[in-house]
């Protein structure tokens, strides 16, 4: 049969640009959420994370924004590099350790 | 530290022959151990769950007795692709939790699994 492409939500910048990656999450128990960047061919690499009792958190050159009231997760890297490149996933936790994956957005960074 | 590691890192194999993936938890003890499948350009999905010393819980859709999980110790796991076939060739990724931070989820390099 005819097989259907996939295609990720793509974000292209310039090289020191701001990036804004948005996510939608889907449950509203959902007490813990974890942005991921995953570089082709490797596993997801932790970038940050923030809890439910929180609606910011900043780390180095990133921060996540979190608005429980819409189910939305952003996160934010500032003076974005070429090293930045790559697949970008959110990811939320109920409160045990499994974790559900959204659709993840590419991030191509232009020298 | 919590450092995840996988092997094979690729693997080809001829349809019907059956593969193992080790995932090792290399300085840390992992008391859950978990296995995805990303296709490409999709996101993980989480195929199974398991707990040292116990059977592994499957996700819905996720043939048991295709996709044979062991984890016999606190730093290993693995998955075995029984008969195989071309439609199971994936990208397979394990995670581990440790006992004192059972939320925090460290993940491995990730297996590329080519069936002919």
């Known amino acids: 049969g005819e097989s259907v492409g996939l295609h990720l939500p793509t974000l292209s910048v310039q090289e020191g640009d701001n990036s804004i990656i948005n996510c939608a999450y889907s449950?509203?128990?959902?007490?813990?959420f974890i942005w991921y960047k995953q570089e082709s061919g490797k596993g997801p690499q932790f970038i940050i994370d923030i809890r439910s009792n929180m609606d910011k958190r900043q780390g180095q050159r990133v921060t996540v924004l979190l608005n429980k009231t819409v189910k939305h997760l952003s996160l934010q890297i500032a003076a974005t590099q070429p090293g930045d490149s790559a697949v970008y996933f959110c990811a939320e936790n109920e409160g045990y350790s499994t974790l559900t994956f959204g659709k993840g957005t590419m991030l191509l960074v232009s020298p | 530290g919590a450092v995840v590691s996988q092997h094979p890192s690729w693997v080809i194999c001829k349809s019907g022959t059956s593969v193992k993936i080790e995932c090792r938890s290399l300085d840390f003890q992992a008391t859950t151990m978990f296995w995805y499948r990303q296709f490409p350009k999709q996101s993980l999905m989480l195929m199974a769950t398991s707990n040292e010393g116990s059977k592994a819980t499957y996700e819905q859709g996720v043939e048991k007795d295709k996709f044979l999980i062991n984890h016999a110790s606190l730093t290993l796991s693995t998955l075995t692709v029984t008969s195989a076939h071309p439609e199971d060739s994936s990208f397979y990724i394990c995670s581990a939790t440790a006992r004192m931070r059972v939320d925090t989820q460290y993940f491995g390099p990730g297996t590329r699994l080519t069936v002919l």
């Open positions: 449950n509203s128990a959902s007490d813990y």
